[in-house]
């Protein structure tokens, strides 16, 4: 404990003395909880984190000892020796990094003249010097009128552990200072070398080109300014689709890519593209989030080229939602107006349309049974998604319904699934005479229908109600409805017909040639096999 009356200065003073016997006796836990401190005391002295990086170095702790040394060098950007022994640590520790991944790599170390000794405790503590106090005496020169206005002040301890008035400009620069000192390690796969909470050393270490005379204008950030010539829009492109990027997202394993570009490639494989690290967790838990600090980086420094991406984007989107020219559709199986149909989705193509479809906000694409020489059917149904589950391999089960029936007038193909550009059925009106006899037929063929789902046996009735549900009720305007009454595409789905007969049925724009063939189906079911 030190007197109330005593200075933060010399206190530290004192502590700093302490600190040097303690590391002599290798008292080195000792050295430390003194060198802190010091530190809370002049938080803004670079001897007094010198100190404290000589004592953790002392008991080998690398990753805290570079830290206190780079703090040391954006204090005072002259301070070469520190960054010799910075560059020391640096070189260590990826050494240790090459020799786990199975390389040889040696880097050199800082280039500095033969006349900057290591600066030591002891020759650093031979010159303290503080600065003045708030109330304007010199630090540890005593003002109490008591001892005198003119106390014994020791000269040579006064200001070493504090830097000069001008160093509060100095706090505010970036540690480049200290990075651009030091060489340039590139294809270094980034690993943690410590617990969440250590400090990381940087991965790749950029070194600024020196200045031209025919140097461009500025960019100016805060305080800090970047000449325009050192900015590229090819620096920032995604490796993947080659384009600046859009939306970015980072890997837990440290690259950076488009967020729709990887989660194409997501839907292959679920490793890095570029490292090949397994993301399969990743992909589990959804966590894109966008990497707001490379965001802030191309608004600042590359906003026209960010504007033509964006406007690139949206036409891509204006484009894929577009449910005329060109229809996502999926191959799978029979749909029908108003009837659920549940999709188990795992095919690459078919992930990336449905994640479109969600991303366009149109939420439909179109559903066509296989061809053998089109490749799709020329007849289809519209279906619109209401919710998609995901899984953590990627695989989703998407809950949809009919919309609208279709029909194909070209075919065509997108990023690896088929489109087609379609136009949209409708059945035809009737009046008059046509439409008592249309309704007349409409509710014989109705209880027709009720007749025979009633005679079902109850394990199969029990089969069609969990997955279509119960039959709907009848319709009193067949007409009001664009695809016609929602019971007959329920009794559709049910029958036991083949897909090229509900296809003929789901191509009719007839509602009496469609109740009709519902009719003929039904008879055909409900007849008495021959004994």
Not at 78 to 89: N, R, Y
Not at 351 to 361: D, K, Q, S, W, Y
Not at 455 to 476: C, E, R, T, W, Y
Not at 496 to 523: C, F, G, H, W, Y
């Amino acid at each position: 404990m030190f007197p109330i009356w005593m200075k933060a200065s010399s206190i530290a003073s004192l502590l700093a003395q302490r600190a040097e016997l303690h590391m002599d006796m290798k008292n080195f836990n000792q050295a430390i909880q003194d060198a802190d401190s010091i530190c809370r005391l002049l938080p803004a002295s670079p001897k007094a984190h010198y100190i404290r990086a000589k004592a953790l170095c002392s008991v080998g702790r690398r990753e805290e000892t570079l830290q206190e040394y780079f703090i040391c060098v954006a204090l005072k950007p002259d301070w070469t020796s520190v960054k010799s022994e910075a560059q020391k640590i640096l070189s260590e520790m990826f050494s240790s990094i090459f020799q786990n991944d199975g390389l040889v790599t040696r880097l050199h170390p800082l280039q500095t003249s033969s006349s900057s000794p290591r600066i030591k405790p002891s020759s650093l503590l031979s010159s303290l010097h503080f600065p003045p106090t708030r109330d304007g005496a010199r630090a540890g020169c005593s003002k109490d009128p008591a001892l005198g206005s003119n106390k014994a002040c020791d000269s040579s301890s006064s200001s070493s552990l504090n830097q000069p008035e001008s160093s509060s400009i100095e706090e505010s620069k970036s540690l480049a200072a200290v990075l651009s000192s030091l060489p340039v390690v590139s294809g270094v796969k980034r690993k943690c070398l410590a617990d969440d909470g250590a400090f990381l050393p940087p991965s790749k270490i950029l070194k600024a080109d020196p200045p031209s005379s025919s140097q461009a204008t500025p960019v100016q950030y805060g305080t800090r300014t970047v000449p325009s010539h050192l900015l590229d829009s090819a620096d920032m492109e995604c490796s993947l689709c080659m384009r600046l990027f859009y939306e970015p997202v980072t890997t837990p394993c440290g690259h950076t890519f488009c967020l729709k570009c990887l989660e194409r490639c997501l839907d292959h494989n679920p490793n890095c593209p570029l490292c090949k690290e397994n993301l399969s967790e990743y992909l589990a838990t959804r966590g894109f989030k966008k990497t707001f600090l490379m965001e802030e980086v191309l608004q600042l420094y590359l906003r026209e080229e960010l504007e033509e991406r964006r406007k690139v984007h949206e036409e891509e989107m204006k484009e894929l939602s577009n449910l005329n020219q060109e229809v996502p559709i999926f191959v799978c199986t029979m749909a029908f107006p108003t009837i659920p149909c549940p999709l188990h989705v795992f095919e690459p193509r078919y992930r990336l349309m449905i994640r479109r479809a969600m991303e366009t906000g149109t939420k439909q694409f179109g559903m066509c049974i296989s061809d053998e020489l089109k490749g799709f059917a020329d007849y289809g149904c519209m279906l619109e998604v209401k919710d998609v589950k995901f899984f953590p391999d990627g695989r989703s089960v998407v809950d949809t319904v009919g919309m609208a029936r279709f029909k194909v007038l070209s075919h065509g193909q997108r990023d690896g699934y088929n489109t087609a550009k379609i136009e949209y059925l409708e059945d035809k009106k009737v009046e008059g005479e046509e439409l008592s006899e249309l309704l007349k037929l409409h509710d014989s063929v109705y209880d027709q229908a009720t007749a025979w789902f009633t005679s079902l046996k109850d394990n199969m009735k029990s089969q069609i109600l969990s997955h279509f549900g119960h039959l709907p009720a009848k319709d009193p305007n067949p007409q009001g409805n664009l695809s016609g009454p929602a019971w007959c595409w329920w009794l559709l789905a049910v029958l036991p017909l083949e897909n090229k007969a509900q296809l003929t049925i789901l191509a009719m724009t007839s509602l009496k040639d469609r109740l009709l063939a519902i009719r003929r189906v039904l008879i055909f079911v409900t007849r008495k096999r021959p004994r």
